[in-house]
């Protein structure tokens, strides 16, 4: 198993724009003698984690040209949706990489001595604002640990997140988490605050280990929902919710839509950004009532950018708004790129495997089979498929054969002849293999 040679491809990859579905990331990791899939999402992400971290620590980029440039590796990244019994077992959901950059920059500090901890870091994705050599880093999974040990921490450790050590108290500057959620077996008293949730008390855990004076960010599932007086909905979550807001200073809870900035994790749920800056210097309060900001979910990256309000004191307005325009512009041609890249020779493989893909999917196909060549004696790219799909008896089988010349954007089908491509979506495909396969894709009765 070559997890190094993997690992500087799929960087390599995610720096040209080249995406990839779960197929083709599948198979390359498969020519690197890797076939485990959980080992594919998690190398997988490392390398994101890495590109990512190099993109944070770019000197030549202000912080939203880095967020911008992050947000585009995001949407250029596979959809990390392989799950394994084991990543269920745990809740392993990481943390978006644009999200992260903004949580990990939301905690670092001025002073260059200041220390930082993740106490469920994952692969490390909600650190790559931090500095290496100042973050501490913890986790339980055995391949996660590994990354983690790749990679030039502080420190690296493994203990449970309930119990950080007893010397880590009141230690670090900045304090960041995204807990795998569950339910608690017992619960623990907080106070007088009994916590059911395992995501609140490993969060409560974290801020223990947090300075007075330092500020933490937390990623928590679900949004909050509150009764007809407009106070936090009683249970679980008004207790945390609560216990927070009495001791520490919560600068701001961020709903966020998961299906629109969290899906390419793995998961769509919906989550919350919770911002803390320091402890209160006198306890008291309790989570406060229903209003607009709270209940203004976040649909984009750049509201999240807005939102978060890192650059809290631009210059002058008229340097600011030349700088904001170039920064935009930047970011056009930034998709500019992602959006001409879709059609450059290298990403036709990974049309040919959504086809491929797609037509595996199909009722009564068998025995599909698929030749990919880039380019061929012609210097074309082309795609070849052939497969056998039964009649509507379900006993009898026909033979499909068809050629898709992709540079060309044609689809040839034996007896019938080429017919041009508009497009490469795969739904307008379909609708051209109809005409030669009506069968192939009725229903099966």
Request: aromatic residues 10%.
């Given at each position: 198993?070559?997890?190094?040679?993997?690992i500087?491809?799929?960087?390599?990859?995610?720096r040209?724009?080249?995406?990839?579905?779960?197929?083709?990331?599948?198979?390359?990791?498969?020519?690197?003698?890797?076939?485990?899939?959980n080992?594919v999402?998690?190398?997988?992400?490392l390398?994101?984690?890495?590109?990512?971290?190099e993109?944070?620590h770019?000197?030549?980029?202000?912080?939203?040209?880095?967020y911008?440039?992050?947000?585009?590796?995001?949407?250029?990244?596979?959809?990390?949706?392989?799950?394994?019994s084991?990543?269920?077992?745990?809740q392993?959901?990481?943390?978006?990489?644009?999200?992260?950059f903004?949580?990990?920059?939301y905690?670092?500090?001025?002073k260059?001595?200041?220390?930082?901890?993740?106490?469920?870091?994952?692969?490390?994705?909600?650190?790559?604002?931090?500095?290496?050599?100042?973050?501490?880093?913890?986790?339980?999974?055995?391949?996660?640990l590994?990354?983690l040990?790749?990679?030039p921490?502080?420190k690296?450790?493994?203990?449970?997140?309930?119990?950080?050590?007893?010397?880590?108290?009141?230690?670090f500057e900045g304090?960041?988490?995204?807990?795998?959620?569950?339910?608690?077996s017992?619960?623990?008293?907080?106070?007088?605050?009994?916590?059911?949730r395992l995501?609140?008390?490993?969060?409560?855990?974290?801020?223990?280990?947090?300075?007075?004076?330092?500020?933490a960010?937390?990623?928590?599932?679900?949004?909050?929902?509150?009764?007809?007086?407009?106070?936090?909905s009683a249970?679980?979550?008004?207790?945390?919710?609560?216990y927070l807001?009495?001791?520490?200073?919560?600068?701001?809870?961020?709903?966020?839509?998961?299906?629109?900035l969290y899906?390419r994790?793995?998961?769509?749920?919906?989550?919350?950004?919770?911002?803390?800056?320091?402890?209160?210097l006198?306890?008291?309060?309790a989570a406060?009532l229903?209003?607009?900001l709270?209940?203004t979910?976040?649909?984009?990256?750049?509201?999240?950018?807005?939102?978060?309000?890192?650059?809290?004191?631009?210059?002058?307005?008229k340097?600011?708004?030349?700088?904001?325009?170039?920064?935009?512009a930047?970011a056009?041609r930034?998709?500019q790129?992602q959006?001409?890249?879709?059609?450059?020779?290298?990403?036709?493989?990974v049309?040919?495997?959504?086809?491929l893909?797609?037509?595996?999917?199909?009722?009564?196909?068998?025995?599909?089979?698929?030749?990919f060549?880039?380019?061929?004696k012609?210097?074309?790219v082309?795609?070849?498929?052939?497969?056998?799909?039964?009649?509507?008896?379900?006993?009898?089988?026909?033979?499909?054969?068809?050629?898709?010349?992709w540079?060309?954007?044609?689809?040839?089908?034996?007896?019938?002849g080429?017919?041009?491509?508009?497009?490469?979506?795969?739904?307008?495909?379909?609708?051209?293999?109809k005409?030669?396969f009506?069968?192939?894709?009725?229903?099966?009765t």
């Amino acid at each position: 198993m070559d997890k190094k040679g993997y690992i500087s491809r799929v960087r390599k990859d995610l720096r040209n724009a080249h995406k990839h579905s779960k197929t083709t990331i599948e198979k390359i990791a498969k020519g690197f003698g890797i076939t485990n899939k959980n080992l594919v999402k998690e190398y997988t992400e490392l390398a994101i984690v890495l590109n990512a971290r190099e993109i944070a620590h770019d000197a030549s980029l202000n912080t939203y040209e880095k967020y911008l440039a992050i947000v585009a590796l995001y949407q250029s990244q596979v959809n990390l949706s392989m799950r394994t019994s084991m990543s269920v077992l745990m809740q392993q959901y990481s943390t978006p990489a644009p999200i992260s950059f903004l949580a990990s920059s939301y905690v670092r500090n001025p002073k260059q001595e200041a220390l930082y901890l993740e106490p469920s870091a994952g692969n490390g994705l909600l650190t790559i604002a931090l500095p290496y050599r100042k973050t501490f880093v913890n986790e339980l999974d055995d391949i996660r640990l590994d990354n983690l040990k790749e990679q030039p921490f502080a420190k690296v450790s493994h203990w449970d997140a309930l119990k950080p050590p007893f010397a880590y108290n009141k230690k670090f500057e900045g304090v960041l988490t995204n807990p795998p959620f569950g339910t608690l077996s017992e619960a623990m008293l907080f106070g007088k605050f009994k916590i059911k949730r395992l995501e609140h008390a490993m969060a409560l855990n974290a801020l223990r280990c947090m300075r007075d004076d330092g500020k933490a960010a937390i990623i928590i599932g679900g949004h909050t929902s509150w009764d007809k007086q407009g106070r936090v909905s009683a249970g679980n979550n008004r207790i945390f919710l609560n216990y927070l807001y009495h001791f520490y200073n919560v600068e701001d809870i961020i709903p966020i839509d998961g299906k629109k900035l969290y899906s390419r994790q793995g998961t769509s749920f919906n989550t919350r950004l919770i911002l803390i800056d320091g402890v209160k210097l006198k306890p008291g309060g309790a989570a406060p009532l229903k209003n607009e900001l709270h209940n203004t979910i976040v649909n984009s990256h750049e509201e999240l950018w807005e939102r978060v309000k890192l650059q809290k004191s631009p210059q002058t307005s008229k340097t600011n708004k030349k700088s904001s325009v170039l920064i935009k512009a930047k970011a056009i041609r930034i998709k500019q790129k992602q959006l001409t890249q879709l059609l450059e020779p290298q990403n036709y493989e990974v049309l040919h495997f959504d086809v491929l893909t797609h037509l595996n999917s199909l009722k009564g196909v068998y025995d599909v089979k698929n030749l990919f060549e880039n380019p061929n004696k012609y210097g074309d790219v082309v795609s070849h498929f052939s497969l056998k799909y039964a009649r509507e008896d379900q006993w009898n089988f026909e033979t499909a054969r068809f050629v898709i010349t992709w540079n060309q954007l044609r689809l040839f089908i034996p007896d019938f002849g080429y017919r041009t491509l508009p497009d490469t979506e795969i739904k307008n495909l379909v609708t051209h293999l109809k005409v030669g396969f009506p069968l192939l894709f009725k229903p099966l009765t």
